[in-house]
């Protein structure tokens, strides 16, 4: 029996045993509260682009979590990704056109900029820790940049979201759930002053996004949907990035081998990226819903039924993956499920992938002989998979 919201003993630190468990011997496996956890790399892949089937829309497991028409209410129920067809394709043809490759195209510059400056900043220092200094600081500059937030501006930004995504972890506490309700509230009124600002000075809309997002002609956001998706965008472009750095730089203490390939072949980075996404990934969990009676496996899932995506379980899942526990950094083909797949697939995965390119590529160039220290400990939760400190000696 494995059951989310009653983990097994040491399962954040390896939590593949017990998916192995559950892709073997349990690949539909039921939860006390009736929902059900899947694990097979086919289930998933099925289930991601079968959006009639299988809903994101999670009004129903939110209305008794959070309250409806409260302020962590609102926020998931109209965000992109718990949404279906037709909010759901309007507002993400509105995203994928404000992300275009012209506007990220404009950023790397900045992002080469940025993590140097990092990179300089922790040299001559004894001991670092790889998430303050350096994978925690990248996402959120980046996100800023994107829409423009004053960078003085920017200090709360990380802790609205880390409270707001807390918020859909299975086992909740009464304090986070206050916490991710007063994040809600306090983001859509620092976002206030922002929209108003820009609505006086907008910027040019190819490379804007907040300017497009606001102004796209006929389907426009209304004003819920416009400041909801915009926090929504600064978070899921944020904890998931910061995860991704610090996983692969994890990663690569204990694969020096990888780490030296790396070095020497500065383009392999490139692929490496997808590999350190697919063995660490930083989404472990994904959700859906049934729409009618399925049968998987030999068993009845009834309409109604929430489901469990364990991304972390297929994304090693051995029918898809030749020696899954294995780090080949030129892995191909490497069909993972990190951005999900079909038509929810993540918007920001080219964005993500430069961020992880830039970032890890740089910081083995500076500091190949980087290792950590002890003292890391990983944040604890079971749909994001990341540490909160990571700290390393950089010689
Ligand atoms: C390594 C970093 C990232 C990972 C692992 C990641 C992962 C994911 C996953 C798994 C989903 C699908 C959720 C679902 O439908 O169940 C998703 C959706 C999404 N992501 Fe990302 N993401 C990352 C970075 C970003 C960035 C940088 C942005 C934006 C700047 C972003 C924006 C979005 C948006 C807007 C969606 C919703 C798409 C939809 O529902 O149609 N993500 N992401």
């Given at each position: 029996m494995f059951a989310l919201t009653d983990l097994p003993d040491g399962f954040h630190e390896d939590p593949y045993p017990a998916y192995e468990w559950l892709r073997?011997?349990?690949?539909?496996c039921w939860q006390p509260d009736g929902s059900v956890i899947l694990s097979r790399y086919a289930d998933l892949d099925m289930i991601y682009r079968d959006t009639t089937r299988f809903i994101s829309d999670k009004k129903a497991v939110f209305g008794p979590k959070?309250?409806?028409?409260s302020p962590l209410y609102e926020h998931h129920t109209t965000s992109l990704v718990f949404n279906d067809p037709p909010l759901h394709t309007r507002v993400r043809n509105i995203m994928v056109g404000a992300l275009n490759p012209r506007a990220l195209a404009r950023m790397e510059p900045g992002l080469i900029t940025l993590v140097d400056r990092l990179l300089d900043d922790m040299?001559?220092?004894?001991?670092?820790?790889l998430i303050e200094a350096f994978a925690g600081a990248i996402p959120i500059e980046v996100i800023g940049n994107l829409l423009g937030i004053p960078r003085d501006e920017r200090g709360p930004l990380r802790d609205w979201s880390l409270a707001i995504l807390g918020a859909l972890e299975p086992a909740l506490g009464a304090e986070q759930l206050e916490r991710g309700h007063r994040a809600v509230t306090d983001f859509k009124l620092f976002l206030r002053h922002i929209i108003e600002d820009r609505a006086k000075h907008p910027g040019d809309p190819e490379v804007d996004v907040l300017t497009r997002l606001m102004k796209t002609e006929g389907a426009a956001l209304t004003e819920i949907e416009l400041y909801q998706n915009c926090i929504f965008i600064l978070n899921a472009g944020h904890e998931t990035t910061t995860n991704l750095i610090g996983n692969a730089l994890a990663l690569l203490d204990t694969h020096r081998d990888k780490r030296r390939a790396l070095i020497r072949s500065g383009d392999l980075i490139n692929m490496g990226v997808d590999e350190f996404l697919r063995m660490e990934?930083?989404?472990q969990f994904g959700n859906r819903m049934t729409t009618e009676d399925i049968v998987l496996h030999g068993q009845k899932i009834p309409a109604g039924t929430d489901i469990h995506l364990c991304i972390g379980a297929a994304n090693r899942d051995p029918r898809q993956f030749e020696h899954p526990n294995d780090m080949q950094?030129?892995?191909?083909?490497?069909?993972?499920l990190a951005f999900a797949g079909?038509?929810?697939?993540?918007?920001g995965l080219t964005l993500a992938r430069m961020e992880g390119r830039i970032s890890v590529g740089r910081f083995l160039q500076r500091y190949p002989d980087y290792h950590l220290t002890p003292g890391a400990r990983l944040r604890g939760r079971v749909r994001f998979r990341g540490y909160a400190r990571l700290p390393a000696q950089l010689t």
């Open positions: 073997e011997s349990a690949p539909v959070f309250g409806v028409g040299s001559g220092q004894i001991e670092v820790d990934s930083p989404n950094l030129d892995r191909r083909p490497n069909k993972h079909g038509p929810h697939t993540c918007v």
